[in-house]
């Protein structure tokens, strides 16, 4: 489901990656509609830099994206699948197990793709 961008969902991108100054899409050129695949696509420079990008994240940041995953609002189906598993890996340290197994079901019953 496509969103708009709230003003916590850009406080958590921009926490993430400081240096992003638009909220807009350089390849479609749309406005982004997630947080998670403009993290990964246009702003971590690989799967490590991508982790790195997630820890600056607190745990309430982390629940709060973790309910949009689940209730459809936030997309993966951008994401790159090797970022995806560094993300799993990255919720299950952080908010536990069964918080990251919940998202990859979700994910693998997810389709299409909403930067």
Known sequence: MARILSERDTMILK???????GLAC?????PYRSILPP??????????DFRERLERLDDDD?????GLILDGSE????????YIEVFLTFIADRLGRDAALSILQHYE????CVP
């Open 26 to 30: 350089a390849g479609s050129g749309g």
């Open 62 to 66: 982390l629940r709060y994206l973790t």
């Open 15 to 21: 926490k993430a990656a400081p240096e992003c100054t």
């Open 109 to 112: 019953s997810e389709d299409g």
């Open 39 to 48: 993290l990964a696509n246009h702003y971590a420079a690989d799967s490590a």
């Open 75 to 82: 997309s993966l189906g951008c994401v790159p699948p090797g």
